[in-house]
């Protein structure tokens, strides 16, 4: 059975020109960007800590998180789902700690900001962020770990 077209058809005419230009009709099975998108977030919702279980790994209670995560200036990043709230693991090391300094550049990201554009920030390269004598750009996050200055990230942070 074939898909359902999306909107109004070219004509033969049209679809010659845009091919010729280089752009052509991709593939009707591959989601496009904002399916992917919708798919990614999905998969980092999903994959996230409870309030509950962000409590049991930094050994702190779960209002302790709920006002991290609500104050005016948040210290934590959470998704708001429903009445509840989700914790990305991109702010945890792996043995429950927070990634060091993380704490300090939070309040710098917007609150409105795209949870999947945040995570691919902070797990991103950075162009401002190199270390070594190569000058090897690293992730805001692998800079935190190493224990570099969060100034330096809650600086860049504005532009999430």
Do not use: C
């Not at 091919?19 to 496009?32: H, I, L, R, S, T």
């Not at 959470?78 to 090391?93: L, T, Y």
């Not at 917007?110 to 945040?118: E, F, I, L, N």
């Not at 190199?130 to 532009?159: C, I, K, Y």
């Amino acid at each position: 059975m074939q898909p359902e077209p999306r909107g109004p058809q070219l004509s033969s005419a049209e679809a010659a020109i845009l091919e010729e230009a280089g752009f052509v009709e991709g593939p009707m099975d591959v989601p496009n960007a904002l399916e992917r998108t919708r798919i990614e977030l999905e998969v980092l919702v999903r994959n996230s800590l409870t309030i509950a279980e962000a409590a049991k790994a930094l050994h702190v209670s779960t209002s302790r998180i709920r006002q991290r995560l609500s104050s005016k200036h948040p210290t934590l990043y959470g998704i708001k789902e429903g009445r509840g709230w989700r914790i990305p693991r991109f702010q945890f090391e792996s043995k429950g700690k927070l990634v060091r300094g993380i704490d300090a550049v939070m309040p710098h990201v917007r609150r409105d900001a795209h949870p999947v554009v945040v995570r691919d920030w902070f797990t991103t390269p950075h162009q401002d962020l190199v270390v070594g004598d190569d000058d090897e750009r690293v992730t805001p996050r692998a800079w935190l770990s190493a224990g570099r200055s969060p100034d330096a990230v809650a600086a860049l942070a504005d532009e999430i």
